[in-house]
T-cell receptor
Framework: GESVGLHLPTLSVQEGDNSIINCAYS??????FIWYKQESGKGPQFIID?????DKRQGQRVTVLLNKTVKHLSLQIAATQPGDSAVYFC????????????FGSGTRLQVQP | EAQVTQNPRYLITVTGKKLTVTCSQN?????MSWYRQDPGLGLRQIYY???????DKGDVPEGYKVSRKEKRNFPLILESPSPNQTSLYFC?????????????FGQGTRLTVV
């Protein structure tokens, strides 16, 4: 069946280092892949997305990479800050049907001072 | 301020007692959804609505109802709550656009059914 999953449940990094959060997906028909950030006590918040016909997209301090050959998605955060501590979800979206977001189980990023 | 507002934030209830969680958005979005979040399972869609009076089941609809009488409101109804519906619930809204991947989420409602 369709699934979007994560390799590691918790990632601990030092402040100032770069973080890489990984995600595996199985639905090759998805049009978009998205990263959301969820801080404690809040709802998920959109970070960045990438269309399925792209392999890289950059935002402010974040880069998303898509490798369709191995069905792998990653989020790179440059110069990780304490405010980046949160749970990160990858999600996929199809442009047809009910157009729901299908979320992975999440990775907790802990930034050590 | 653009936002999705859910109420209540926290709710403890007993098995079988009907409850409603309200959701309202002020962005004139067509698409609204309810998700539940459980440890290790991420967020799973319960119901969604593509516009007023148009609703349909998501991945885990059993035990839930919704209605969409107005564009801004999308309440989640539990007619007879059971302990397995203890969870963290999120309402989300977004424009009805295949390219739009940014959903706006409410703050969440933590429901405990005893």
């Amino acid at each position: 069946g369709e699934s979007v999953g994560l390799h590691l449940p918790t990632l601990s990094v030092q402040e100032g280092d770069n973080s890489i959060i990984n995600c595996a997906y199985s639905n090759s028909a998805s049009d978009y892949f998205i990263w959301y950030k969820q801080e404690s006590g809040k709802g998920p918040q959109f970070i960045i997305d990438i269309r399925s016909n792209m392999d890289k997209r950059q935002g402010q301090r974040v880069t998303v990479l898509l490798n369709k050959t191995v069905k792998h998605l990653s989020l790179q955060i440059a110069a990780t800050q304490p405010g980046d501590s949160a749970v990160y979800f990858c999600a996929e979206k199809s442009g047809t049907g009910r157009r729901a977001l299908t979320f992975g189980s999440g990775t907790r990023l802990q930034v050590q001072p | 301020e653009a936002q999705v507002t859910q109420n209540p934030r926290y709710l403890i209830t007993v098995t079988g007692k009907k409850l409603t969680v309200t959701c309202s958005q002020n962005m004139n979005h067509e698409y609204m959804s309810w998700y539940r979040q459980d440890p290790g399972l991420g967020l799973r869609q319960i119901y969604y609505s593509m516009n007023v009076e148009v609703t349909d089941k998501g991945d885990v609809p059993e035990g839930y109802k919704v209605s969409r009488k107005e564009k801004r409101n999308f309440p989640l109804i539990l007619e007879s709550p059971s302990p397995n519906q203890t969870s963290l619930y999120f309402c989300a809204s977004s424009p009805w656009d295949r390219r739009n991947t940014e959903a706006f989420f409410g703050q969440g409602t933590r429901l405990t059914v005893v």
